[in-house]
């Protein structure tokens, strides 16, 4: 058990090191895509991995900037603290339903 656990260990060690060590380029004989319509130059490789700031928006969603005291919510009520009326059924009219040309 010891030997396959250090096997495994070896195995993400020398994969750990398999890391970037040079920008990136397309592969040879390749290029990079064309220029975004209405730009004048084609982008680097680091600015297509780039992500836009529309893909990455910042939160603006924090509400309450320091702790203070909510106000009463008056629709915030417990399970079961408002009585609901039964639906009522009403029997249907057995006249209408007899005559399809009304």
Do not use: K, W
């Amino acid at each position: 058990m010891t030997i396959r656990c250090a096997l495994l260990l070896m195995l993400f060690a020398a994969l750990a090191g398999c890391g970037l060590r040079a920008p990136l380029e397309p592969p040879p004989g390749q290029s990079l895509p064309p220029a975004p319509y209405g730009a004048a130059t084609r982008l680097s490789a680091e600015e297509l991995l780039t992500p836009p700031p529309v893909a990455r928006p910042e939160r603006v969603d924090e509400l309450l900037q320091r702790s203070e005291e909510r106000r009463d919510d008056r629709f915030d009520l417990p399970p079961g603290s408002v009585a609901v009326p039964p639906p009522t059924l009403t029997p249907p009219n057995r006249e209408q339903d007899d005559d399809p040309g009304r």
